[in-house]
């Protein structure tokens, strides 16, 4: 495993209090630092220093942070990053609150991945010793965990190669304009590291944009209560709660008061290396994205951050 | 990743008959090959031709087989588990029953693990194009796949470093009689090599015994139907269900009809190589295992097999 | 307790055979009698004849039953529904299959409301004597029982006295202009004569006609898997799952194949007679109806039958 | 409908200040006033000014309220448990805090019940216009509202014709010894007045005694979660998280600090006064109370308060 998972999501926020009561009272994060114009969270479940940044200033994704297991990982992933004709950076520990040496990665699809593999320790909410399952007084959603995103590229097949060479990431679904690999277009493409169903997911569309960044919940009473919580919180409700025919998770998909789309996501099956991949045809794509509707509203595929 | 995952456990039961009553229509499984006095099942989520193996006559654990990542895993994890000092065999392709070339090691708890990296393949219920989130008419429990199991060994602490230098497993979770390493006795020990929070884990007992092996399901309320279902079905509950305090699992314990003990498990945080390692002291044993009962019962520490 | 609940929706499908595959295959019930053009049908957890009558031949409400705890009871509600103004009729036992003396009302909302005391006796599936608690095998959703039904009429604030009046209802719920009861024009009604939430609703619009007659499940995740069960069974989704404002409950509206709506629903609190009343204003009629969206799609306003 | 609920418990407990947490940190209820030695509740879900009140001073039970839907059933029940042989008391309004005028009876099972038709008026906490689906905030468990209660009576039976001819209620489930009404001890009774599949059961015993009372959850996830909760705060669970045979409800039983069993309780099915009544025969007595394990603990048929 070179990258363990998605370490953080860095966004640009139009009004910082308004944002901060959204991560901190509607879905549950802990603040844990202030630095100038940025504001870092982490969930409750999560034990490195945080895994949200939010930027004043405009709205839509600034960049993602992926942790490796090793130190050696930035040097390999460096050179594969170099090789597959990525730009590449390293920024020096400290630059970046709380996180050690960068390498900085301008992807194909004019995103910023930074690939770090030291951060300064937080703490598991419940401790380590002995610990309780959850917090006894969470607040709002109470969720424990970043989980995954979604970006945009316009060529999702290209950003496929560069998460699988470059990061180790193997394809656990797809959507396909045909069954056959050999004369198939790739439309979106859902990647991870390990068991967790997807780490990363690119869909074919503009350059650098954000689709949206997700939360880990465990269960599907967990997502309907949430959606309880943005009614009586007033957040935006972009989709759900439902479940995605992609990874066979339950989802809500909603708005933060900038306008970046989040989610909450419980669920989905094991992802391992041996498992044969999904595929998805464009003909059910309103299943395969959610499979109660079994259509796509517009502002789903239109909203971009 | 070498080992990537517990890939099926064979058992005794002393009637095959019963055996198959209880795995296919209370479990759910799908009984894929019967061969002498061998049948074998698969969880309709599982690709790989069987997870299951039961042989007649007996009851109690034959052995585990782990699935390897890739090809020179085996030579890899032979030179390895032979400087532990454990004894090795090879078995050539075929002789266990669509499996290829397995690495098979004698371990220190005097189990047999089988390494291979070749399975036959099967095929996920739902397909793996445009798939539904689940089949249909699932039987009974609909158990979707064999998930992990706990064993025991005179030495804890000796398969624990077994299982991390051979297996490159990491300890998730662990009992112990303090909470310094250098003075500390371990007395049980949740191994993972993935974000699945547990593939084995090992419990301070007698040599070679199985204590349980668990099927996976995804959310508390089909722990909790599996457990009306038993109640249908006349299967002896051992405990549950109710909520584990280490991996905070839902669960429920069970017998199979020969008295394997079985276990419906879902949830669990995910694990991560990073993530620092949870410790449990010998006083609260008891909610760390049953976490609302907060005692053991005297079966669950007694009865293995 | 006059009216103890709505015991039967009979209404017209353009075509018997689809009709019996959904309400039987996807819904759950069980076929118990056919007679010339028509089918009957019972949930396993009731224990009258039959709950659902389909008639082929068109599409939409022909009528509604309603049983009445004492014999006594017809000629008292007689009474009062002559007194309102309604006309009424009676049609001697065994003229409705299986259903004893029926006094018939045309109520001011041209609908046929059947009132009736004695109906053949059905069974429970899983019997009344050491019951299972649900049946070991069920088919579908599993649906365990009509629920409650909305109609729409010219004045709902008229069918709300005269339910009251002759039915002995209480108005759980309200939409109306106003929150003053002495200046407030009453957009809808949610009515019962229990402890159920609803047992009838009224929505101000088009005389005689039928919104959607629903059936009860007992928690969120069946209402949520009945919507995994309706996409895999291409049944149309007009909303859900989501949960209501007005009576909380969680629900999924769908449609039979011959355009009719349905409704899982599950949860509500409970009602009592000294509960004080909820009132809605329009302005949040969207979150009334659908908490998490906060707004009616077109379909669910115009749609009737 | 007479009666329309158990409208309050009122018990003894050793210790008031470790009483108030339990009921308000763990159970979630809101305080509403105090008086001397005896401090009054309401769960967030009901609209009268108390339904538990708590008395410094030993263990156990003081008596049951129940409420009344009109004024003049007070004299009509007086009759009937004169009648019936009861002794019976007029208190006058003001003597209990915040209660109407009250008729005491002293139960052939030598319990007090208070009837009475009036109490001040709570408060809903989402209030009544334009409700949220819960309270946005709640604490711990969240319990919205009493449920029901389990007593013991030296003669069940005779206890089951008094609710019935007095009370107006009906037996919706009965252990006895034999399946024949006219050869047949009554063991014990589940009764109700309304769809609420019971407000009071009685069970063969100790006259006078409480075995538990009850507060009402919607779904499963919450009695599972509540029983997490239990273990956080050290609360002693006596059983659970389990199911009840009779009934189908989702339960935990658990001991307030002073020694009173609790419960919370969710789900049960629909009862209606012409639903054939369940009986449940001795030899499947474990089965019937907990579904899973189907076998008592000698706590729960000895501990009483």
């Given at each position: 495993?070179?990258?363990?998972?998605?370490?953080?999501?860095?966004?640009?926020?139009?009004?910082?209090?308004?944002?901060?009561?959204?991560?901190?009272?509607?879905?549950?994060?802990?603040?844990?630092?202030?630095?100038?114009?940025?504001?870092?969270?982490?969930?409750?479940?999560?034990?490195?220093?945080?895994?949200?940044?939010?930027e004043e200033g405009g709205v839509g994704l600034v960049k993602f942070g992926f942790k490796a297991q090793y130190?050696?990982?930035?040097?390999?992933?460096?050179?594969?990053?170099?090789?597959?004709?990525a730009t590449t950076e390293?920024?020096?520990?400290?630059?970046?609150?709380?996180?050690g040496e960068i390498l900085r990665i301008h992807t194909p699809s004019n995103h910023i991945f930074d690939v770090y593999h030291e951060m300064t320790s937080g703490q598991v909410d419940v401790g380590n010793v002995n610990p309780e399952a959850f917090p006894r007084d969470l607040r709002g959603v109470g969720a424990p965990a970043l989980d995954h995103a979604l970006i945009t590229a316009e060529d999702a097949g290209l950003m496929e190669r560069?998460?699988?060479?470059?990061?180790?990431?193997?394809?656990?679904?797809?959507?396909?304009?045909?069954?056959?690999?050999?004369d198939q277009h790739t439309?979106?493409?859902?990647?991870?590291?390990?068991?967790?169903?997807?780490?990363?997911?690119?869909?074919?569309?503009?350059?650098?944009?954000l689709h949206h960044f997700a939360f880990r919940l465990e269960e599907g009473w967990e997502v309907n209560r949430a959606a309880d919580l943005f009614a009586m919180d007033d957040v935006p409700i972009d989709v759900g709660p439902t479940r995605h025919g992609i990874t066979r998770g339950k989802t809500v998909y909603f708005f933060d008061p900038a306008g970046n789309r989040n989610e909450v996501f419980a669920g989905g099956y094991l992802s391992f290396p041996d498992r044969p991949m999904v595929t998805w045809t464009p003909d059910v794509l309103g299943k395969a994205i959610f499979y109660h509707a079994r259509e796509l509203n517009e502002r789903f595929t239109t909203v971009l951050t």
């Open positions: 495993m070179a990258i363990m998972r998605m370490g953080y999501a860095h966004v640009r926020v139009t009004d910082l209090a308004e944002a901060r009561q959204h991560y901190t009272q509607t879905l549950g994060l802990n603040e844990v630092a202030a630095d100038g114009n940025k504001v870092y969270f982490k969930g409750w479940d999560e034990w490195d220093h945080h895994s949200v940044v939010l130190e050696d990982d930035l040097a390999d992933i460096e050179k594969k990053a170099q090789a597959f004709g390293r920024i020096s520990k400290g630059e970046e609150l709380e996180v560069f998460l699988h060479e470059c990061f180790g990431y193997w394809t656990a679904e797809k959507v396909a304009t045909s069954l056959d690999p050999a439309i979106a493409v859902w990647m991870t590291a390990t068991t967790q169903i997807h780490q990363l997911a690119v869909l074919e569309g503009p350059q650098s944009k």
